[in-house]
């Protein structure tokens, strides 16, 4: 089973512009993500964008780019075109790694790309536990509910993703931004269409839910935060530069 990964990066983020670009440790931030998943080993690596100037910084840095329109309206939409770009014909999955998420861990990576190949499934993705009650109030943050409680060896599917939650309930999870989907799966999401859910929630995931299409969860080690506002970059860089240190 051969997987790729394919990460979807653009300038006009609405919260934080250029923020692909911003700078820790004297390196971009996409570029710090694509060469974590390089790391990981599962598979080849791209950068899919419809800017110039990540095109360069991503080559500079020895990344591959797949350049993409300006018309996406999702990270799933670009990374669909951006597969038929390429030879695909090897290819049984796509792993849709967020580029703005620098410090996702690496055997979390793995460890959704394995219990993919296990389970021979349409579509995976990763959560954590909660461990702060804010997060139940927070809307920025992403919950996913299960059908069944999340371990580290199971593999459960979801029932539903949602910001707004009003108390701890069982079962529900931190969604971390990654997919990874069967590559005829990545095709048919692409065909469909924004639904009414995604659109109000602004949730991309709710349109496979909307259609029948199975999510499954597998259970991450550690939180990953992402480059959303000035603060999470300052709070980020703070972080990588320790780290490094």
Do not use: W
């Not at 695909?88 to 394995?114: A, C, T, Y």
């Not at 579509?123 to 927070?138: P, S, V, Y």
């Not at 509910?145 to 069982?170: A, D, G, H, Y």
């Amino acid at each position: 089973m051969k997987t790729i990964i394919i990460i979807p990066s653009r300038l006009s983020a609405t919260r934080l512009p250029g923020k692909p670009l911003l700078k820790i440790n004297g390196l971009s931030v996409i570029s710090h993500v694509f060469k974590k998943a390089e790391e990981a080993n599962i598979g080849e690596v791209f950068v899919a964008t419809e800017d110039k100037e990540i095109v360069e910084d991503v080559k500079s840095n020895g990344g591959q780019i797949i350049l993409t329109t300006k018309k996406h309206k999702t990270g799933t939409d670009r990374i669909n075109e951006a597969l038929e770009k390429i030879d695909s014909s090897s290819v049984d999955f796509v792993m849709n790694l967020q580029g703005d998420e620098p410090l996702m861990n690496i055997d979390d990576i793995k460890n959704l790309n394995n219990q993919m190949i296990k389970n021979n499934n349409e579509l995976g993705t990763l959560a954590c536990k909660i461990l702060d009650k804010g997060f139940f109030e927070n809307q920025n943050i992403v919950k996913v509910i299960t059908k069944e409680s999340l371990n580290v060896s199971n593999f459960p599917e979801v029932t539903n993703f949602t910001r707004k939650i009003s108390q701890r309930s069982e079962n529900t999870y931190h969604h971390l931004g990654i997919y990874c989907y069967k590559k005829e799966i990545l095709k048919k999401f692409a065909s469909l269409g924004q639904s009414q859910n995604e659109i109000k929630n602004s949730l991309e995931q709710l349109r496979a839910i909307d259609n029948n299409i199975r999510i499954k969860v597998a259970l991450a080690k550690e939180s990953s935060i992402g480059v959303d506002t000035e603060e999470d970059f300052v709070a980020i860089k703070k972080i990588m530069e320790y780290k490094q240190k």
